[in-house]
Structures are given as structure tokens and as C-alpha cells.
């Protein structure tokens, strides 16, 4: 009986241990710059700025159980290459560079990150301040495993209702689902909510005069006020062209603060309701794998653009990129990245080919080169030439699928719940 006793309690130490072993820290810096500078919507000049509505943070979730610690970083800008995420990467001491996932929620009302040639010979991007970023960036994500606490997470997907999205080229044409991940603390209350949902926070756009988070940062104080801890906003396969629903009556774009404020807050109350009753994950297990893939540049507009950037972008014959492709399991949960903004179709076809019971993609994470078109799409309907100029090629949609298929196939899989 004594030695069953001994047993027992041996089993209950270990696994309250593997229960005590994952952890999660959620830390933000404020990056709006002071005095503010000229905002960047795409390829070209800045416009200048003479006000901010809200502030552009840069976040980082942190995971991390006995063997391995991720960070999910989330930064206020339209992309953020990883010229800039390396050396971000560099000056964190306590996480391996490819666990560290850096995604842009692509504002359209931030400072310039590539150094886009502004037609006069050089560029409106601000080399000191971009340092700041990743100084502050890099102070974030060593906060954020400094405090990681204890936690268990919770893990659920479901349709985002109401007026949030639509696909400005065919109304219907998007992917509806917001996953969403919350962390617990040891006290049962949220102390950092992750929202994965694709979108193109542009309501207020680069022409307005204004620096802005645009709709992330109603849906982060939203969050915030409704007890959900800190918020980090990871984007999806919001490409060709899925963007915030701010529509009046007249069918026309409102462009204000107060449609930021609704569709945030709206975005927010969803990804509540969605993880609300999911169930609690006590140890989920966590792997994270990386790998280097490359892509052709055919496109004259990106070569263009990296030949000119003061920021060294690509290789040095602009023939190629490469970039890493995450891929990360979390409890029942799958995430993968993708370094641009894929079309909504190659995102459902992701989604269905990957191996959770939840399937996230972070887009524009790692790097944004730009959209990502399957050849099919490419160069196709006249409402895609924009969209076909600015990919990287004809092949870059194939590349990426079966990449990151491969990837999957090649990586275990997440754990069941059901
Ligand atoms: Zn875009």
C-alpha cells in the first residue's frame, strides 16, 4: 500500500511538473515615432503626416515549455523585411532566431520599412528610427521570456461575423474564420489574446495625413478593456484583395476613425465570443521547425525596389530571395508563415492541407515580398494587374504551396483534442 502511496505521488509530481513547465509572457513597446514621420500605403514616395490616431506598437507573445521557446512578434507597419527582423533577431539572447516569427499587420498608415525609391533618387525610409524599431522590437520579445508565466492556452476557430471583411475585387471572395489564441494564467484569468484573421487595415490609408495602427489598435484597447489581457494581431491570406468593410451606404469607403474603432472593436468581441468556450490546454505540447526556401524575382517593379533600397533587400543580383517559412505546433493547433500576402484561395488550400484541428497562417510574417498568386491567377483578369505586377513572378504561388506542404508533410503533427 505504502509503496502504491510512493507511486502515485511520484506521478502527481511529475505530472504537475509537465503542467508547470509551459509558459507564456506577452510584452509591447510603443513605436510611433516623435516626431512623426511620413507614412508608406505601398511602392513609392511617403506622405506626410501631421497627426496620429492611436499608436503603432511592435508585441511579442513568447512561448516556452522545458524544451523549446517561440515568439510570435506582431509589428504596426505595412511589412517588415527580415533585413530588419535579423538583426531584431540578433540582440535576442534567450530564443533561437529562427523560433522568432515576425509578422507586419500591414497598416497602410506607418513609416516606410523597405526604403521604397521615392522618385527623386533615394528614399523617404528613416535608417535611425527603423533601428529604434528593432531595438525596441528586440527589448519586447526579451521582456516578454523574462515574464513568461505559467499558463495554459486556449485554442479555437470560428466564422469573425458582421461588417469586418470583404474582398474589394468580389465581395465574397474571403476567408471568414478568426482563430484565436488565448493564454491563462495560473489565477484562470487571460492575460494575452493572439486574433489571427485576414484583413488589410487600411480604412484611414496613407493619403489622410495620419500615422496610425489603423483598425489594430481599437481592436487591442477593445481587447484590452474587455479583460482579454494584451492583444497581438498576427494577419492571414489577405491578399487579392481582402480588406476592412468600411463601407457606407453610398457603397464608398468611409476612411474615419470611427470606422477603425467599429471594426476593431466588432473584430475584438468576435474573437472573444470564438475562444469563450473553448476548452482549457493544460501542457500544450510546442515544436517549432524553420527552412530557408527561395523564390525567383521576374517582377521588374520588386527588382526595382531592391536595387534601390538602402536597406540591402534580397541578393545582391536581385535574381532571387530567400526567406524563412515557419511552422509551428501548439497544442491542437498548427501555424504556418507565409512572407507576403497570399490570395485568399491559396490560403483555404493551406488551411485544408495542414494538420491541426485548428490550422493558422501568419501572413506577411518573416518578410512581405509582395502578393503571392497561384500561375492560374496570375496575370489573368484585368482587376489582377496590380496584384500580378506585384508578386514576384508567375511561380510564386506553386513554390509556396508546395513548400510549405512539403514542410507539413515532413513535420509531426499537433496533438488531438477531439
Ligand atoms: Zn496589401
Redesign the pocket.
Known sequence: MKRTWHILVGVLLIVTAAHAEFRAGIAVRAVTPDPLLPVSG?VGPSRAVDKKLGDLTVRALVLADAQTKVAFVSADF?GFPSVLGNKVRALVKGIPGENILIGAT?T?SAPDCYGFPNGKGGTDADLKYLDSVCQRMAEAINEALAKAQPASLKIATGEAKGKIAFNAYADRLYDPRCSVIQAVGADGKPFATLVNYAV?P?VLGSGQGVCSPDLIGPLYDHLAAKGAGTGIFMNGA??G?VTADNRGPDGKDLRTWAECERIGRLLGDEALRIVEKAPEQKSPRLICEARTISFPVDSQTLRAVMAASPLGLGTKDTARVSTQLNLVNVGNAQILTIPG?ALPNIGYYLKRNMRGEHNLLFGLTNDAFG?ILTRVDWGSFKRYDYVSRTCLGEKTGEILIEEALRFVAESPAPEKLK
Open positions: 505601398g505595412l500591414h497602410h488589410h487600411e489577405q491578399g484583395m500576402e502578393y
